[in-house]
């Protein structure tokens, strides 16, 4: 059974930096991609970020790109999301997926998700 937990939201003050944590267990193998998303009150979810379980190699929305970034411990099966410079409207419900797509840019790509993390950022 494949699980993805998300941890590490909370609230922070603009500026401030978050390191997310997705947490993986049960995905068969390094094929499956881990990538990021967000979804404000009221939006669709957002891609974010997304990072090859094989390999490692890295892909970022242009927006986040310089204040995200993604990373691997696969001795843990976890995933980090380091959030940098915070803004206001980096506040949403921040979610982690498994793809075996490369790069799954589309949330209807992932096979699985986790719970998500809300992450609140005031000004």
């Known amino acids: 059974q494949v699980q993805l937990v998300e941890s590490g939201g909370g609230l922070a003050q603009a500026g401030d930096s978050l390191r997310l944590s997705c947490a993986a267990s049960?995905?068969?193998?390094?094929?499956?991609?881990i990538g990021w998303f967000r979804q404000a009150p009221g939006k669709s979810r957002v891609f974010l970020t997304a990072?090859?379980?094989?390999?490692?190699?890295?892909y970022y929305k242009d927006s986040v790109k310089g204040r995200f970034t993604i990373s691997s411990d696969n001795a843990k099966n976890t995933v980090y999301l380091q959030m940098n410079s915070l803004k206001s409207e980096d506040t949403a419900v921040y979610f982690c997926?498994?793809?075996?797509?490369?790069?799954?840019?589309?949330?209807?790509?992932?096979?699985?998700w986790g719970q998500g993390t809300q992450v609140t950022v005031s000004s």
């Open positions: 049960g995905l068969p193998d390094s094929s499956y991609n």
């Open positions: 990072i090859r379980g094989d390999s490692g190699a890295t």
């Open positions: 997926a498994a793809s075996r797509s490369w790069v799954a840019r589309t949330a209807n790509l992932y096979n699985y």
